[in-house]
C-alpha cells in the first residue's frame, strides 16, 4: 500500500509557513519552508530534496499550492535542473466535497 503525509503550519518564530512531506515510496523527509503571497493566494514551499541522477547530491525542490476562489486548491511539484531552469512534474487539484 501506498501512502502520504502532507503537513503544512506557520512558524511564528520565523515568520514563515512550514511543512514536511513522506511518501512510503520516498527515503527523505522533505522538509518546507515558504511564505504566503500578498494576495494570499500563492504558497511556494522550498526545500532541498537528493538529486534524482546522483543522491548523493542534492537539487532544490517546489511544491507551490494555489488557492482559487472556487474553492479549489491546485498543487504543482517542480525541481531545479542543472540547466537552472524549473521542471514541472506532477500537478494535483483539490476539491471539497459537500
Known amino acids: 500500500m ?9 512558524d511564528a518564530s520565523k515568520k514563515k509557513c512550514v511543512g514536511s512531506w513522506i511518501g ?4 527523505t523527509l522533505f522538509v518546507y519552508e515558504g511564505e504566503l ?26 511544491d507551490i499550492h ?12 517542480q525541481a531545479l535542473g542543472p540547466d537552472g531552469k524549473w521542471m ?3 500537478s494535483a487539484t483539490y476539491r471539497r466535497v459537500t
Do not use: H
Request: net charge positive.
Open 2 to 10: 501506498i501512502g502520504a503525509i502532507l503537513t503544512l503550519g506557520y
Open 24 to 27: 512510503s515510496p520516498m527515503t
Open 37 to 62: 503571497d500578498a494576495k494570499g493566494e500563492t504558497l511556494p514551499l522550498n526545500c532541498t530534496v537528493p538529486g534524482w541522477n546522483d543522491p548523493t547530491k542534492t537539487m532544490p525542490y517546489q
Open 66 to 77: 494555489e488557492m482559487r476562489k472556487d474553492g479549489t486548491r491546485l498543487m504543482r511539484s
Open 88 to 90: 514541472q512534474f506532477m
